[in-house]
């Protein structure tokens, strides 16, 4: 362990001049105290409760590097997640493509700027914000970002403002070998606002390399954010990524997950409903085979009256694939008249796959609704011999209730070259399923 803190210590070295905004005195010293935090923790180890089913072994033994220089985007593909009309924001290898975005000029009541730009025009916007939302001691993961934290992107929408395309941040790996991207989001939702937020997250090759992700989102009075993260890396790649959000009075926060890639992928999801009248909602799908290893831990906190949550996970794992579900929502004393549903559901397709399912409710007030569930099973051997009886081969009939069992997350979303795609991507995923479409409407 000594020996990757004293790597990653020299990366910082090496690179503090030259990752966005050095030279800010608030900025160098939240950077130093990250790199303080992360030297006394280091990667967190299985002994930790919150980690005990997940082993970053694999990511602690590498000596992973932030890329020094831009990647040749030649061969970069940025219609992987479909043709559709947005605001995209072009990343490959954790550094901002200004080639590759296609930003369609936003500007103010709506702005996006890659890290570095946000930091050198809107320093003092930012230092109110940026690191505030996210907890920089919850993890030597939380803390490396910090340290290293070498692009990313910064969202604001003033209030009222309702854009009329979804913002669009996609990251790319080029392929090469062991690197890391210490990415940075930074989503501010004036009072009033409306906006759609997708993070997408594709491999060019099949290489190793670290993805360290922070996400921050603070979703003000009356304003709805729809967000969307989809990964689907290489099976080689590690992904940890965290997303916190804050919700004021009346607002609306609602999260779509959809983890098929990486070797290593897990996400800690992490709701603060701050005053009352918030509601959110998070659903989740993620596909593991082979030795895939995805991990999901989401805490929702309650923290004032008359909020609502809901949280619906569903898991396919086949192979050897493990998967880990820890859910926790906290209903705090003063949030009575709370409502709070959790569902996790699992399919597991191979004899192999295992799951490790937690929900947890933790309750300080009496007058609240509240209830939470998981499952793990296979396909219903009378539901295959149904639909078999209906003229459907086995192959089919198995590989349209492993389709069907996926699509009622899909469904849910609301952008509809998204949701196609998605279709598309669980039928390349699904053996004996070619006709998405026709299928779920029963054609």
Known sequence: MNNIIEHYRGEHAATKDRLPGAG????????????????????????MEDWKYTNVRPIEKRPFRLARETASDAAIDTRLCGDMACHRIVFVDGRYSRHLSEPGNPSAPITVKDLHT????????????LGKIADVSRNGFSAL????????????????????RPIHLMFLSSGKEEITSQTRILV?????????????YHSATGNVYFNNITTEIRVAAD???????????????????TLHVEQARDSTFTSFSVSMGAQLARNDINIWMNDEGANCDLYGLYMADGRQHTDFHTRIDHASPHCNSREIYKGILDGHARAVFNGQVHIHPDAQKSAAEQTNNNLLLSRNAEVDTKPQLEIHADDVTASHGATIGQLDDNMIFYLRSRGLDYHTAHALLVYGFAHDIVEKMTIEPLRHHLQATLAGRIPGLDRPHELASGG
């Open 188 to 200: 501010m939702a004036g009072a009033g606002s409306q906006a759609t937020i997708i993070e997408s």
């Open 223 to 241: 304003a709805s954010v729809e967000h969307y993260k989809l990964q689907h890396e290489s099976n080689k790649a590690f992904h940890i990524a």
């Open 24 to 47: 800010l005195d608030w900025l160098d010293t939240s950077r130093d105290a990250a790199l303080t935090i992360f030297g006394e923790k280091g990667f967190p180890a299985r002994g």
């Open 118 to 129: 946000a930091l050198l025009e809107d320093a003092d916007t930012l230092e109110a914000h």
């Open 145 to 164: 970002n910090m340290a290293l934290m070498n692009d990313g992107a910064c969202i604001s929408i003033a209030d009222n403002a309702v854009p009329e």
